[in-house]
């Protein structure tokens, strides 16, 4: 959700609220006020009626039916008025309607004293004996059987009870009435007139919010390599009529400033690493020529030492010493031409520029080469190389991918060691592309895994027993570039002691051929 949306939607919340709490308040002030003068006209029907017969105690000592006939007569046109005589205890003595009630039932007496107390008060709610769960309006009025003296004890109440009506048509009408009164009027006219402002306000700060936002996005989106706003961001995210000097001012310059300094970071970061890869690039093949023609000449002088050692058997041993030194320099020179070369062509991989030639082969093929490839030197070793069957196509770069499984065999064949098994594997799962390399080798450490695609990474026991060499942390790496280059990822699933599989997740461009 937008901040604009969750803005607006605050805002007509509040206003709903708003609107809703003005209504109920006219709503409970003109029940207060019905309340009120409900409460105003029985205490004057009490004080009229107290007034005019002071004798309804004793009368009703002398004949109950004719008081309680007396009090019907005198609500007659009032079907929301119950009129009763209590004693002063609070039992109902006699009522002006039928009222079923408990023998010694009693009125509570709070309401009544309030009510008939000498205090001024608004209203009193009470309980109606016909309908106690019922709050009603009560008014009361003392009764003294010598009422000639207002000092003598009160010796019962004459209880008006008024029950609400419920919303009649002219309740109706009265209330519309009042809720059409100027002053409540206006209240409304403010309370919508502040909406209205709230609504432009919220629109005058989601404005250059949005457009701040959109400018963000488009970086975002296009990177730092991406062209230049066409307008400087101050100018993107300005609000007609508003102060440059204001907060969103402020934010866009700073962001305008900060996206130049991030640009030119990100030029100078893009020119030395072009630089980087450049030289990279023009060292390994300027090293290339040199390292091989040290390595021929080595050979060439270890071939020459081997004739010279069978001419002249009585320096057998000198010649063997001499031997082994060309084969230690031998070996160093072929190492490092082959980390010349892998550097080489990390930095070809890593080029912005770099293209894939992806064609179309079949994958059976494909491991059947990469097999065929180090098959001599895997039956020198003593291990078995083999290739399964598979009726796949891909579309891949052949030529890095062939280079991807060639390095995965060649650390399979460092440290499997004589009587192991190397297995080259293609499947198709879930719209990806397995290519895996799996071997019965040393395996891999747990602590060391997570890292072993690192670049110049080396395991803590990197030498290979199968050869005694050590890696470089590059082969590894290169599988990886070309994986991503594919728009893939690669895995390692590897138990020490048991073996290793590393395995190449291609996106599929083929389905299975049966």
């Known amino acids: 959700m937008s901040v604009r949306l969750k803005i607006a939607l605050t805002i007509l919340l ?98 009544v004293r309030q009510a008939a107390g000498a205090s001024p008060v608004t209203y009193v709610m009470g309980t109606d004996p016909a309908d106690p769960a019922k709050p009603a309006v009560v008014a009361a009025r003392p009764l003294r059987q010598q009422s000639i003296r207002p000092d003598a004890a009160v010796d019962g109440f004459l209880y008006f009870v008024c029950q609400p009506m419920p919303f009649s048509a002219d309740r109706v009408a009265t209330l ?42 488009d970086v975002t989106r296009d990177g730092l390599d991406g062209p230049a706003p066409a307008a400087p961001l101050p100018a993107l995210v300005q609000v007609p009529g508003t102060d440059a000097r204001d907060e969103f001012g402020q934010l866009a310059r700073g962001m305008q400033a900060m996206l130049q300094t991030l640009r030119s970071q990100w030029v100078t970061l893009r020119r030395l690493d072009h630089f980087r890869r450049e030289s990279v690039s023009n060292l390994s093949h300027d090293l290339r020529s040199p390292l091989t023609a040290t390595t021929a000449c080595l050979e060439t002088l270890d071939n020459r030492w081997a004739a010279s050692a069978a001419q002249t058997p009585e320096r057998a041993a000198d010649h063997a010493m001499d031997r082994e030194l060309i084969g230690v320099a031998l070996r160093n020179t072929r190492n490092a031409a082959r980390l010349v070369q892998a550097m080489g062509d990390l930095a070809q991989l890593d080029e912005p520029a770099f293209e894939l030639r992806p064609e179309e082969l079949a994958l059976d093929d494909l491991l059947n080469d990469v097999a065929m490839r180090f098959a001599a ?11 399964q069957e598979t009726a796949l196509h891909a579309r891949v770069d052949v030529e890095l991918i062939e280079r991807a499984l060639a390095n995965l065999v060649e650390n399979s064949l460092k440290f499997t060691p004589t009587g192991g098994r190397i297995t080259l594997q293609a499947r198709q799962a879930d719209g990806w592309l397995h290519l895996g390399v799996s071997d019965s080798g040393a395996g891999i450490a747990p602590a060391d895994q997570p890292h072993l695609f690192d670049r110049f990474y080396q395991a803590r026991h990197s030498a290979a027993p199968a050869t005694g060499e050590g890696g470089k942390g590059l082969g590894l790496a290169i599988v990886k570039r070309i994986a991503e280059l594919h728009g893939g990822t690669v895995g390692i699933d590897s138990r020490e ?11 599929a461009s083929q389905p299975v051929l049966q």
Request: net charge positive; proline share 6%.
């Open 14 to 111: 509040a206003g709903l609220l708003t609107a809703i709490g003005v209504l109920l308040t006219v709503v409970l002030a003109f029940q207060r006020f019905e309340y009120e003068s409900a409460y105003q006209r029985a205490n004057a029907f009490l004080l009229r009626v107290a007034q005019q017969h002071p004798e309804l105690l004793e009368s009703h000592r002398r004949a109950p039916d004719q008081v309680a006939a007396f009090l019907r007569n005198l609500v007659l046109y009032e079907p929301d008025v119950r009129l009763y005589l209590l004693d002063a205890q609070g039992a109902v003595l006699a009522a002006s309607g039928d009222v079923s009630l408990a023998p010694g039932y009693r009125v509570p007496m709070a309401p």
């Open 377 to 387: 030197r895997a039956a020198a070793q003593g291990v078995t190389l083999t290739a």
């Open 497 to 507: 002691g048991t073996g290793t599989t590393v395995t190449l997740k291609l996106p």
């Open 176 to 217: 519309r009435g009042t809720l059409a009164q100027p002053g409540l009027m206006m209240i409304l006219l403010v309370v919508v007139g502040m909406a209205v402002l709230a609504a432009w306000v919220t629109a005058t700060v989601t404005r250059p919010l949005a457009r701040l936002t959109t400018a963000v996005s």
